[in-house]
């Protein structure tokens, strides 16, 4: 199906990969906005007809199933006759729009709002200029008098004045007073009563050196809201007014964090452009000192940095030297968490430079450099094949291991635990293997200064306690996380701890809460430059909430909508969507079909999704051999690397045993 995306910051529309689609009417508008509107929930059809006619005419009902019809005609114009909608669904008694978290430009824009909440100046700023230049004008233009669409309206307008003073404050926070000017004022010429507006256009005046300007400003401030409200202005303008009167130093922009660092960033690198030739190999070698560091920032950073990597590599493969071609890769030691990659052909393309590099190094006497470089070469080359079932991988992660303790180097040492913690889903009920990893980071980390390796501990533990149900731990963990990645601005630590406290909350017996705040995680997700992490998570995070061994189990089929992004998990969930569209051989086919789970953090999730389907089906191959590879899990969660989980692993074995233990009655 091709992708559908949809606008709502400004007039309705919607357009796919060849352009705007065909909408028909205002009324058939009007039926896509109020399911936009729903946030993925079912109107019913009833409340679609009071909602589109003040006095419904006879035949409302069907009036409302033609404009639906019409809709799904136009955003999917390929789908087969007869066969059901995949984007606007029915369910129930009414209808459901269900595009991708980041199909609406609406909820990207909250996303990118939220995402910049508590980041730096530098960082922030770029964010917010990209979720306001969604806006193409008023939120469901042409519906915002509506009833049903006043509420959205207005939240999404209120947050986008919120992210237009955020923008001045950061635009003030970098040293770019005069930029803040014209916005402020042209939200204030439209929302007269802002006092953080009034507040941002004073102090970027005075930190232009107009003085008057600033005092004309709160003055004016102070007038409007005595005679329109009859109230005083806040204590933030009192006190804003009283320190622009005294000249107080505090309202001079601070001399050392973001202007003065990017001062003296500009000077150094002009510098280094200066002094040292465009083709040295010095040049070569900061520049992947660079590109690691982009990689940590996340979201844009850590995708710049994916892309210029193997740029640098084959930069490096150019002068002939395995040794400079070795450290290139090598420098590249970001810690990585997730145990699947977010560019395969990335990955690939790295592993091969890595093992032709590896061939090339000369033989050294043990302890040499090329030790060093080899054992960075071998930790790339386990973290590059993480995911994927190939000996090779962890005879690398183990030989580098070997190769880091003997030279006794705690920052290589720290990468060869890395390697070795992504080879570490071979099987089931290795949580205690990764937990011991974990430990060992983390104290090895923390007596070396290796932050990003003592981040990278604590969330191994986190995923690897959660999965032993020591939640207590692993919420120690999760603290410890955030107040390191708040302190050193690693922003991306802090999507793992909230996917955990979400699945905190599913764990607690408090599903329609976890629900709601997996969808919060997910959208924390879009931007973060983590694909891999990213694609099918929501939607089975929320399937986990229907497949813990305290759901009574049905041999009714499971709702699965085929029309998400299932990801890489799509080949676990089709033979619940083959059964639910009534086609049993087709869904035993699917079963059958399965390959072992990919050796990552998931793979009791997956079988555990196997064992779902077989009991459905009644497919006792299946299930013995889903119950066989989960077994060695039998006192763990099946918990999803610390994001969600499906309950503990011994109740799902229980089912099975029974089952096995039973004559199965075939399911279709």
């Not at 419904?56 to 909608?85: H, I, K, M, N, Y």
């Not at 690897?464 to 630590?493: K, N």
């Not at 998570?537 to 992004?565: C, N």
Request: with cysteine; hydrophobic share 45%.
């Amino acid at each position: 199906m091709e992708r559908v995306a949809f606008g709502v910051l400004g007039p309705v529309v919607a357009e796919s990969g060849a352009g705007p689609l065909a909408l028909k009417g205002p009324r058939h508008r009007a039926v896509l906005a109020r399911l936009i509107v729903a946030r993925r929930r079912v109107v019913p059809v009833a409340r679609l007809v009071e909602d589109l006619w003040a006095d419904p005419p006879p035949g409302a009902v069907g009036a409302v199933q033609t404009f639906v019809g019409a809709l799904r005609r136009a955003l999917e114009p390929d789908r087969p006759r007869r066969a059901p909608s995949r984007l606007l669904v029915t369910d129930g008694p009414g209808y459901a729009l269900r595009p991708e978290p980041d199909a609406v430009d609406a909820w990207r824009f909250e996303a990118a709002v939220a995402a910049a909440a508590g980041l730096p100046a530098e960082r922030a700023l770029p964010r917010l200029e990209d979720a306001l230049g969604l806006w193409r004008g008023p939120a469901y233009a042409e519906f915002a008098d509506e009833h049903w669409a006043r509420a959205e309206c207005s939240r999404l307008g209120e947050l986008r004045l919120q992210a237009e003073e955020r923008r001045a404050g950061a635009l003030l926070a970098l040293g770019r007073a005069a930029e803040a000017v014209p916005g402020l004022e042209v939200l204030l010429s439209g929302h007269p009563l802002r006092e953080e507006a009034r507040r941002l256009l004073a102090l970027a005046l005075y930190r232009q050196g107009r003085q008057g300007d600033a005092l004309a400003a709160l003055r004016e401030a102070r007038s409007v809201l005595t005679d329109r409200l009859g109230v005083d202005p806040g204590p933030a303008l009192r006190r804003l007014e009283a320190d622009v009167l005294a000249h107080a130093p505090g309202l001079d922009l601070p001399a050392e964090p973001a202007a003065a660092a990017a001062r003296l960033w500009t000077r150094a690198a002009a510098a280094y452009d200066r002094t040292v030739a465009t083709g040295a190999r010095a040049r070569l070698e900061a520049t992947v000192g660079l590109i690691r560091n982009l990689a940590v920032t996340g979201g844009g950073g850590l995708e710049e940095a994916q892309r210029h990597r193997l740029e640098a590599v084959t930069a490096a493969e150019e002068f002939g030297d395995p040794e400079l071609t070795a450290r290139v890769i090598g420098a590249y030691d970001v810690p990585a968490i997730w145990t699947r990659s977010d560019d395969p052909e990335l990955a690939r393309r790295i592993v091969a430079a890595a093992e032709r590099a590896l061939a090339a190094l000369p033989a050294s006497a043990s302890g040499g450099s090329q030790d060093a470089a080899r054992c960075r070469l071998l930790a790339t080359i386990a973290l590059e094949t993480r995911g994927i079932r190939s000996p090779r991988g962890p005879e690398a992660a183990r030989e580098a291991e070997v190769i880091a303790r003997r030279l006794d180097d705690p920052a290589l040492l720290a990468f060869a635990l890395n390697a070795g913690f992504m080879q570490s889903c071979t099987r089931a009920g290795l949580a205690p293997r990764r937990d011991a990893i974990g430990a060992e980071l983390v104290g090895l980390a923390a007596r070396h200064g290796l932050v990003t390796y003592e981040v990278l501990g604590h969330l191994i533990r986190l995923q690897a306690r959660s999965a032993l149900a020591d939640f207590a731990a692993a919420d120690r963990h999760a603290a410890a996380t955030d107040a390191l990645a708040e302190r050193h601005e690693l922003p991306l630590a802090g999507v793992f701890t909230q996917w955990y406290r979400a699945m905190r909350l599913a764990a607690h017996g408090r599903p329609d809460q976890a629900a709601t705040a997996y969808r919060a995680a997910a959208a924390r997700l879009h931007g973060a430059g983590m694909p891999g992490l990213e694609r099918g998570l929501l939607p089975l995070a929320l399937l986990s909430l229907r497949l813990t061994p305290e759901q009574p189990l049905s041999t009714a089929p499971v709702a699965i909508d085929p029309g998400l992004d299932w990801g890489p998990f799509r080949p676990w969930t089709e033979p619940f969507a083959l059964l639910a569209d009534g086609r049993p051989t087709a869904a035993r086919e699917a079963l059958h079909a399965l390959p072992e789970p990919p050796p990552d953090l998931l793979y009791e999730v997956c079988c555990v999704l196997e064992a779902h389907a077989a009991l459905r089906l009644g497919d006792r191959a299946a299930l013995q051999r889903a119950h066989d590879r989960l077994l060695p899990a039998a006192g763990e969660l099946a918990s999803g690397g610390g994001l969600f989980t499906l309950g503990p692993v011994s109740g799902h074995l229980g089912r099975m045993a029974d089952a096995l233990r039973a004559p199965i009655r075939r399911g279709g």
